[in-house]
């Protein structure tokens, strides 16, 4: 039996749910990265480290919610703090305590934020920081790093998979108010000291695709020296990397602040927010006026769900969590475990051009690479567009199956989100099943 026909034969209520699917929405999935050949997966209910799909087949859940459950699924706490709120109503359309107490432990882990402003998404924070950015410096431009993701909005849709083309539906008058640079500190000192009309510059500060092509923290240090000397402001979207990499993100970590950080996943604790968090003179664009400021200078900002109750209480209780510091120790030392594992099995086949790596509690795959490194030690001249695919399409296809097959789903088969839910046992199951998965891919295709 071929993978394949093996994936098919354990997933035949996937398949059946999936034609009904495709009758509703384009390619049967509401989110590109849920798609896959010949059929997604669809999964019933969640606990802990597993989910369990409309089959029965248990899976250890490497996705945690696209990243947003470092607790892992159905967290006590959580759930019982949703269900609290559901209790007392779902949306008030007015203040609420749960607000306050929120932003307050969002300061909790980022100290030197003065100010913030819920959204009800990550790309909804990196449209409101670009605003506010725009605004508060007059200039209109905004640097961005090529492969770096920030949401699916078109201000900063061009160059993020690493490509300078304009994507379909992008207006290139919108697509002109950046500017798309290598992740290199040299271009960027180039570029900051030889314009005048750029207000700020974005980055995912552990890099492109959450490290799939990794910076060091001492690009951040750097690259916040520049801003600082040449007037620009820093923006740090810490969507997968804040709450995870520390309690205070990747700044924490390197000693950097940002002027403003976008904020989202575990900051709701698995329910739909975000926020925009930083400066207090540049939040201030979107307070209403007094006597020192005309109002006409005002950000308008709406949302019917921003700072929603049930993600507010659910936010609360995670990040009441987080805050200690405790999971991200716990997921960061099993990540790196599993890391070594998946390394050991690539060693064992003396496959050259694979590797797991990764930061603090996220770990990639690079499969089949043209750059013939060392098991396990990629060098640093792999293009970004091929760290960012992470398996090449000859061999993401069966990879993927396999590991589902073997009761591992790994996210879109490429990258692993390890929460604190996960245990020694689920690492070694994933290790065997990582190279159970190589030899079948290998009697199939050449890796």
Known sequence: MTIEEHYRAR??????????????????????????????????????????DVDGNRLIDYWQGHG?????????????????????????????????EWAEEVKRCFPHVAQL??????TEATMLALRLARAHTGKPRVVRLAGHFHGWHDLLAAGAEGSPALPPGVLPSVAAGTVIIPAELASLDRITGTRDDLAAVILEPSGASYGKQP??????????????DRG?????????TGFRVAPGGVQQRSGVQADLTCLAKILAGGLPGGAVAG????????????????????????????????????????????????????????AAQLRAGLNRELRARHLRGCAAYGDASIVHI??????????????????????????????????????????????????AFVSAAHAEEDIAATVAAFGAALDMVKDEREI
């Not at 159905?74 to 559901?86: C, K, L």
């Not at 402003?117 to 990550?122: A, L, N």
């Not at 060091?216 to 600082?228: E, K, Y």
């Open 279 to 334: 400066r207090e003179d540049i939040l201030r664009r979107l307070a209403f006026g007094d006597r020192t400021w005309n109002e006409q200078q005002k950000i308008t900002h709406h949302g019917t769900f921003n700072a929603h109750p049930l993600a507010a209480a659910a936010g609360i209780a995670a990040l009441e969590v987080v805050r200690t510091g405790k999971p991200q120790e716990r997921a960061t030392k099993l």
């Open 11 to 52: 997933h035949q209520r996937s398949q059946e749910l999936y034609e009904r699917a495709r009758q509703h929405f384009p390619s049967g999935v509401t989110h590109d990265a849920r798609w896959m050949e010949p059929f997604p997966i669809a999964v019933e209910r969640a606990a802990g480290a597993y989910k369990w």
């Open 366 to 415: 690079l499969l089949g690479s043209p750059h013939s490194f060392p098991p396990g030690e990629p060098d640093g001249d792999i293009p970004l567009v091929e760290l960012k695919a992470g398996v090449p399409a000859h061999l993401r296809r069966p990879f993927r199956l396999a590991m589902l097959n073997y009761g591992v789903d790994l996210m879109k088969g490429t990258s």
């Open 232 to 240: 620009l402001l820093l923006i740090c979207d810490e969507v997968v």
């Open 117 to 122: 402003r819920f959204t009800s998404s990550g």
């Open 215 to 228: 910076l060091d923290d001492t690009f951040l240090r750097h690259l916040r020296a520049i801003c600082s």
């Open 68 to 100: 947003a459950l470092l607790l892992g699924h159905t967290y006590g706490p959580v759930v019982e703090a949703i269900q609290r709120q559901a209790a007392r109503g779902t949306h008030y359309g007015a203040n609420h305590l749960l607000e306050v």
